[in-house]
């Protein structure tokens, strides 16, 4: 009779580690579903978030505010890749060049006292000193005071390049950049430069770059129409930078300043 038992026991271990093997084997098929279903859930949220194409074809505007044609812009320079870091580094790198760097105080050696011994060494119950021009009395020199120094920061030519269409692709996508056709017939009055920012729909208290072509004769009459103006910075186009086109909340170009900063910055950089 126990050998019996024992046979049965066996058995049922048997049976029992199969239908483990059998539950084993089973669990890697559902994992094999969740997976499935994860990568069709990226590849939806993929597709459902397609990227924003800027249109390099803007209205250009003439001086009553009507728009007086379109124009294709440059794709290198405002349809650049947009770097944020490049364009932090850009602006601090202007800010920290225009330090100049300059201010000096005077050490106690550099001031001019008497040297004669303040008062004799003993018998006053104070402390001995021995010169007038120290850092602790009225008068004297100034200790870990500030000296002339270079603050200035180096950048390369290319980067400065690359921050400046950067900047520029950012404002078109932003919607802050208007090209203006006319601008160069204007007399030098500051009336009518009112009147024509007016017309474009600018309002008063925002900071406008206007960026004209080189200076010349027309080119001159804009600058004294213009400058006056206050929130109006006006610089030619080879002489742009990134900062000065982030520092302002719109930039307005006038068209033949396009061509101008493609010949500029354009032409002299080494295809890759």
Same mark, same amino acid.
């Given at each position: 009779?126990?050998?019996?038992?024992?046979?049965?026991?066996?058995?049922?271990?048997?049976?029992?580690?199969?239908?483990?093997?059998?539950?084993?084997?089973?669990?890697?098929?559902?994992?094999?579903?969740?997976?499935?279903?994860?990568?069709?859930?990226?590849?939806?949220?993929?597709?459902?978030?397609?990227?924003?194409?800027?249109?390099?074809?803007?209205?250009?505007?003439?001086?009553?505010?009507?728009?007086?044609?379109?124009?294709?812009?440059?794709?290198?320079?405002?349809?650049?890749?947009?770097?944020?870091?490049?364009?932090?580094?850009?602006?601090?790198?202007?800010?920290?060049?225009?330090?100049?760097?300059?201010?000096?105080?005077?050490?106690?050696?550099?001031?001019?006292?008497?040297?004669?011994?303040?008062?004799?060494?003993?018998?006053?119950?104070?402390?001995?000193?021995?010169?007038?021009?120290?850092?602790?009395?009225?008068?004297?020199?100034?200790?870990?005071?500030?000296?002339?120094?270079? &603050? $200035?920061? +180096?950048?390369?030519?290319?980067? #400065?390049? =690359?921050?400046?269409?950067?900047? %520029?692709?950012? @404002?078109?996508?932003?919607?802050?950049?208007?090209?203006?056709?006319?601008?160069?017939?204007?007399?030098?009055?500051?009336?009518?430069?009112?009147?024509?920012?007016?017309?474009?729909?600018?309002?008063?208290?925002?900071?406008?770059?206007?960026?004209?072509?080189?200076?010349?004769?027309?080119?001159?009459?804009?600058?004294?129409?213009?400058?006056?103006?206050?929130?109006?910075?006006? &610089? $030619?186009? +080879?002489?742009?930078?990134?900062? #000065?086109? =982030?520092?302002?909340?719109?930039? %307005?170009?006038? @068209?033949?300043?396009?061509?101008?900063?493609?010949?500029?910055?354009?032409?002299?950089?080494?295809?890759?």
């Amino acid at each position: 009779m126990p050998v019996k038992k024992l046979k049965v026991k066996s058995e049922k271990l048997k049976v029992s580690k199969k239908v483990t093997k059998v539950k084993a084997a089973a669990k890697p098929v559902k994992k094999a579903k969740i997976e499935a279903k994860v990568i069709v859930s990226a590849s939806n949220a993929a597709v459902a978030r397609p990227t924003k194409a800027v249109s390099l074809n803007v209205s250009v505007f003439d001086t009553k505010g009507k728009v007086a044609g379109h124009v294709e812009l440059p794709s290198e320079i405002f349809n650049a890749k947009i770097n944020n870091p490049l364009m932090s580094q850009a602006v601090r790198v202007y800010l920290a060049n225009q330090r100049q760097g300059t201010v000096k105080t005077k050490n106690r050696g550099e001031v001019n006292a008497t040297t004669k011994k303040i008062w004799q060494q003993k018998g006053t119950g104070r402390a001995r000193h021995g010169s007038k021009r120290a850092p602790i009395f009225v008068g004297g020199g100034l200790a870990f005071g500030p000296r002339p120094r270079d &603050l $200035s920061l +180096n950048f390369s030519k290319k980067m #400065k390049t =690359l921050a400046l269409f950067s900047a %520029l692709s950012s @404002k078109l996508k932003d919607s802050e950049l208007k090209i203006i056709k006319g601008l160069e017939t204007i007399t030098p009055k500051t009336k009518l430069m009112v009147k024509v920012l007016e017309n474009l729909g600018i309002e008063n208290d925002k900071r406008i770059l206007l960026v004209m072509p080189k200076a010349g004769k027309e080119s001159g009459n804009v600058y004294r129409a213009a400058r006056n103006i206050q929130g109006v910075e006006i &610089l $030619s186009a +080879n002489t742009i930078n990134a900062y #000065k086109v =982030l520092d302002n909340k719109l930039v %307005l170009l006038m @068209k033949d300043s396009i061509d101008i900063i493609k010949d500029t910055f354009v032409k002299g950089q080494k295809k890759p």
